[in-house]
């Protein structure tokens, strides 16, 4: 199954781009994780359906979180991260926030949310994929590179 037609079956399934980027991202090292597939509702929507930052942006930094963050007191912090989401959110901006005009949940989908069914899985996808050529560039293998299952 492609990406499209798995963001398909999962938006079907009533998740958010926040989350579906997380599943996706989890996907990919084999894993499930549902309380941080809960955890990723709180982006939907614009941080909680304000309207606010894109959640297929704050997700897909939240993804790059997952490969790159620190999680155990005894882990050293690895500044890959930030240079990771600062080309993310330079990206996102450059393309989706140019096109759209902004990178606010509002801004994209339109005020009544006109937009939403065309644009969101195009930037799903889209960020999925820059999410995915950040990690190789950096460095991360894309299964996972982590060893706390």
């Given amino acids: 199954m492609g990406t499209m037609e798995r963001m398909a079956e999962l938006r079907k399934q009533r998740f958010f781009c926040s989350q579906i980027l997380m599943i996706l991202g989890l996907e990919l090292q084999g894993k499930e994780n549902p ?10 929507g ?3 359906f304000t309207g606010e930052t894109c959640g297929g942006l704050t997700g897909g930094a939240s ?18 991260l930030n240079f990771m989401i ?42 999925f994929q820059k999410v995915k050529d950040l990690l190789i560039e950096y460095g991360y293998d894309l299964a996972g590179t982590h060893d706390d299952a």
Avoid: S
Avoid at 35 to 42: E, F, N
């Fill in 63 to 80: 993804l790059l979180g997952l490969y790159a963050g620190r999680a155990k007191a005894e882990e050293d912090e690895d500044l890959k």
């Fill in 35 to 44: 309380d941080l597939i809960r955890a990723m509702q709180g982006l939907a």
């Fill in 46 to 48: 614009g941080l909680g």
């Fill in 86 to 127: 600062d080309a993310l959110v330079k990206w996102f901006k450059g393309g989706y926030g140019q096109e759209y005009g902004g990178i606010r949940c509002d801004e994209i989908v339109g005020a009544n949310g006109q937009y939403m069914g065309t644009r969101c899985p195009l930037i799903v996808a889209g960020t």
